[in-house]
C-alpha cells in the first residue's frame, strides 16, 4: 500500500515522506517499520509496516478534496453564539480528537470555526497555538497535493477566508408563556 519516498500523513502531525524500512527487534522478533520523517519538523517516527501503517498514516488527499476544503474556506458562515461562548476547555479536546483523525475536511472545519470564533471575539492563547497548528497542517498537506509552496498555501487560504462573511446567530428569547385561568 506504501512505498518509499512516498509522502503521507502522519495525522496530527503533518506530512512525511516514507524514508526507508528499519527492522527492530521486538520480544525476539524482527518487525519492519516504516521510517518517517516528517518534512516541516525535525522529527522521524517509526510505524509498523504489517499492523499499524494503515491506522497510523494515510496516503494524501486528492485534488478534489483540497477544492472541497477551499469551498469551505470561501463559504459564508454562521456561527451560533453557544460556539463562542463554550467552554474552551471541552472544544480544544473535541479539536484535538478531530485533528488526530487527519481528515483533511473536518480539520478544514475546525479551521474556519477558529477563525470564525476569532473574528466575533477574539481567540485565547491556547486557541490561537491550536488555529496555527491547523493552518500549518492543512497548508502543508495541501501544498504537497498542488506542488505548491506552503507560504502560496498560506496565503490563498487567507485570502479565501477573508473574502467570506461571517455573522453570530444570537440564540432566540424563549417566548413568554401565556396562561390563562
Known sequence: MFTLNQKVVYPGHGVAIIHRIVQKNISGNSVP???LKLLHKEMTVLVPVDTGAGACIRVLSSDRHV???FDLIAQSSQ??????????????????????TGNIYEVGKMYCELLNIA???????GEKNLLKQIERFLAEEIASV???????????MRTLYAKSKITCVLPQPQAASTHHL
Open 67 to 69: 477544492t472541497e476544503v
Open 79 to 100: 456561527i451560533p453564539y453557544e460556539i463562542t461562548a463554550s467552554n474552551w476547555s471541552k472544544r480544544h479536546k473535541d479539536y484535538q480528537s478531530k485533528l488526530r
Open 146 to 156: 498542488m506542488n505548491s509552496e506552503y507560504d502560496n498555501v498560506i496565503e490563498h
Open 119 to 125: 473574528a466575533v471575539k477574539g481567540l485565547s492563547f
Open 33 to 35: 517499520f516504516f521510517e
